[in-house]
């Protein structure tokens, strides 16, 4: 990245119009050429074919993928690629990307602007090395494009606090090489990683999508907000620098921001940008980032008077699948709560989690809990929920034996979860699907 990138912040008032003078005003396409083979990166992090899911603030809006297209046709690309690794409940899924892309629209802009659509997981990887001898396997239609366009949502994110340009090339890996970012390596983490992949695209622009912005991100477990904002850049870092301002956050103080540009020799801060159109303090909004708790409990549990249970939080190294179960096992026990104490149950995520002594009932949830700990000597009574993704049925029925008698229907209508959410907007006309359309 050069000293002074440009990064601009546009209003988002009209189709077209916006996102074209955001790109414009940054000079976000300097790096295109006419004739380049043009990979887009949107964010579509999850999908259901069984219920409504909340889009704002957790999908790129078709609104702005199709803007984008549309300059890049104009400028003369010869191929777009749309790609995109959706994550759904069963690793063999291959309706809901499908469903995906119809729904929002991908298949009538392919049409209309003759892209490709390409589920990244049916597709081939390579494996690049990222340095310090990590090896992961990306997307080849990503690396063998001449130019990637990069549109992320502007959101946070659970464990790496913002979930921007950067974090969205995380969707171009392989499932291996995703579930290898969530290291149990504190110096080589999930942010770690995450500041490697934008080393990997040599010629880039991103256009962060903030008309809606998200809460508590990356999933619609979130809380959206109409921001109405439109960021883009030649460059990812100066841009992610930029996005992370406008939720509120010090960029040195978001980790893979931090070594991102500890990589490329500058200073983590808005110093090293050349901030056009609106001003960042005109816009900067603080969005919460972390889900709280209480000790060993998540605060909604502590304030029910949960008592008898640790559910220690959640760290990076857990990956996508448990990540994805640990919000329903949650609301599952919080449910399964009858005011009388448990006996003395702690569960255990992700790469990291180890038993505490003197509990009763020790849960080790999913493959790496297992692995890690299955044969250590303080457990009493090892509750093994294997899999990748943890394996349901093991954990009810676990559960069970240690005197919590979990809902199998949360988990049978899993799928479903996502109407639950849809309830908090409905009444609100600025929630759209409008921008999640094509017409």
Not at 179 to 208: E, G, M, Q
Request: aromatic residues 8%; proline residues 5%.
């Amino acid at each position: 990245m050069n000293s002074k990138t440009k990064v601009s912040i546009v209003k988002y008032e009209k189709p077209n119009e916006s996102v074209s003078k955001a790109i414009e005003l940054s000079n976000a396409l300097a790096n295109f050429k006419s004739r380049d083979k043009v990979y887009i990166k949107p964010n579509i992090v999850f999908w259901s074919r069984q219920a409504p899911v909340p889009p704002w603030g957790v999908l790129t809006t078709t609104r702005v993928v199709e803007d984008v297209i549309r300059i890049l046709k104009d400028a003369g690309a010869s191929q777009i690629i749309i790609g995109e690794g959706i994550i759904t409940t069963d690793p063999k899924d291959k309706e809901t990307p499908l469903h995906a892309f119809e729904t929002l629209g991908y298949n009538a802009i392919a049409k209309r602007y003759g892209a490709k659509i390409y589920n990244n997981f049916e597709r081939p990887f390579k494996k690049v090395q990222i340095g310090d001898d990590i090896e992961l396997s990306l997307s080849s239609d990503l690396l063998e494009s001449d130019f990637v366009a990069n549109i992320p949502v502007l959101k946070t994110h659970a464990q790496t606090k913002v979930s921007l340009s950067q974090k969205n090339l995380k969707g171009c890996l392989d499932m291996e090489s995703r579930k290898k970012c969530h290291s149990d390596n504190l110096k080589f983490d999930l942010d770690f990683h995450v500041a490697k992949l934008a080393k990997v695209i040599k010629r880039s622009c991103a256009v962060i999508d903030g008309i809606y912005t998200l809460e508590r991100g990356p999933a619609y477990t979130g809380t959206a907000k109409r921001s109405n904002l439109i960021i883009a850049s030649s460059d990812m870092i100066a841009a992610d620098i930029v996005g992370a301002g406008t939720l509120g956050f010090n960029p040195a103080d978001v980790a893979h921001i931090k070594i991102a540009c500890e990589l490329e020799g500058i200073i983590p801060s808005f110093s090293s940008v050349e901030i056009c159109g609106e001003s960042l303090e005109s816009v900067a909004v603080p969005h919460q980032w972390d889900f709280p708790y209480k000790g060993n409990l998540p605060s909604y549990m502590a304030k029910i008077g949960v008592q008898g249970l640790s559910f220690p939080k959640y760290d990076h190294s857990l990956c996508s699948y448990c990540s994805a179960l640990i919000g329903v096992v949650q609301v599952a026990i919080g449910n399964a709560w009858k005011g009388k104490a448990f006996d003395n149950v702690e569960i255990l995520t992700g790469k990291m989690h180890t038993p505490t002594e003197g509990m009763n009932h020790t849960v080790l949830f999913g493959k790496c809990q297992v692995a890690l700990n299955k044969n250590n000597p303080i457990i009493k009574d090892a509750i093994v929920v294997p899999g990748c993704p943890p394996k349901i049925d093991k954990l009810i029925s676990g559960l069970k034996q240690s005197g919590i008698e979990l809902d199998p229907s949360l988990f049978e209508n899993i799928e479903k979860a996502p109407a639950f959410f849809m309830a908090k907007y409905k009444g609100k006309p600025e929630f759209s699907q409008e921008f999640y359309r094509i017409y």
